[in-house]
């Protein structure tokens, strides 16, 4: 390892996979992202690993680039939106289905030259709450059990008991009154059937009360765009859980693929 390398301020490089977009961000030793290196690259084409994997190879060289650091040694966390088991996908939403039944950490760790982990993107997610946003305190997470939801185009889940995450619930996809909840509840429906809020905060107290009938949350983030109006809406919500709005939205996914690289 050169001098250079062996003094390198940065812990883990987050990269956030998705549909449309792939962000991406690097975090230093004590786990904050650093701003500068926080960005996105466009998600290739129908999305196939192989394509994926040799952007984000690009992407890192840009940020070898940017930090003036070959970051020799820095652990990549990935997000993937699928279930994933053990580095292994499992489910595709808005990519290619080629990825179903991957070793995306064998994948990535060979085209990176790196130690990856990949985890679900929602889960990822949770943990940038559950570790350094709303679910934590004096930088550790807050003692119970966490729901973290993210309300958007779908309903992103993550669950936590005293920062311990049980991977993969998919609490978007509940059937509630004989629907798919997020096909009632997920924030995208306040503008596609003209919703008052009124009408959404009837929906989402039918779909939160039943989530917290299930797991008893002691606490709920509530992230997604839309969760920069909580104050129409979280107010009006009658639960036993303590609800709060998420502190991170857009470099969640970057930031808790981060967490789990330097953890993992």
């Known amino acids: 390892m050169s001098p250079a390398a062996s003094a390198v301020p940065f812990a883990a490089i987050g990269l956030d996979l998705g549909g449309s977009s792939i962000k991406y961000g690097v975090v230093d030793q004590a786990g904050k992202l650093v701003e500068s290196t926080f960005s996105h690259a466009t998600t290739p084409a129908g999305a196939h690993p192989q394509a994926v994997a040799e952007v984000m190879a690009q992407i890192i060289s840009e940020l070898q680039q940017l930090t003036g650091s070959d ?10 939106p699928g279930i994933v088991i053990d580095g292994v996908v499992h489910s595709a939403a808005n990519i290619d289905d080629a990825w179903i039944g991957l070793d995306a950490v064998a994948l990535l760790r060979g085209q990176l030259n790196r130690e990856v982990s ?15 946003g709303a679910g934590s305190f004096a930088g550790a997470p807050i003692p ?14 993550a669950f936590f008991r005293d920062g311990n995450l049980f991977p993969n619930v998919e609490f978007g996809h509940l059937e509630i009154d004989g629907v798919d909840a997020e096909s009632r509840a997920a924030a995208r429906v306040i503008r596609e059937e003209n919703l008052s809020w009124d009408q959404y905060i009837e929906r989402l107290q039918r779909y939160l009360s039943h989530v917290e009938f299930l797991c008893s949350p002691d606490l709920i983030v509530i992230g997604g765009a839309v969760s920069l109006d909580h104050e129409k809406f979280m107010p009006q919500l009658k639960l036993r859980a303590r609800i709060v709005p998420a502190q991170y939205n857009n470099a969640a996914g970057v930031l808790g693929a981060a967490h789990r690289a330097m953890n993992h």
């Open 118 to 132: 990949v985890l679900n993107d929602a889960d990822a997610a949770g943990m940038a709450e559950v570790f350094a």
């Open 71 to 80: 970051l020799f040694g820095v652990p990549v966390g990935v997000t993937v």
């Open 144 to 157: 119970g059990s966490t729901l973290v939801l993210t309300l958007g185009t779908g309903i992103g889940s």
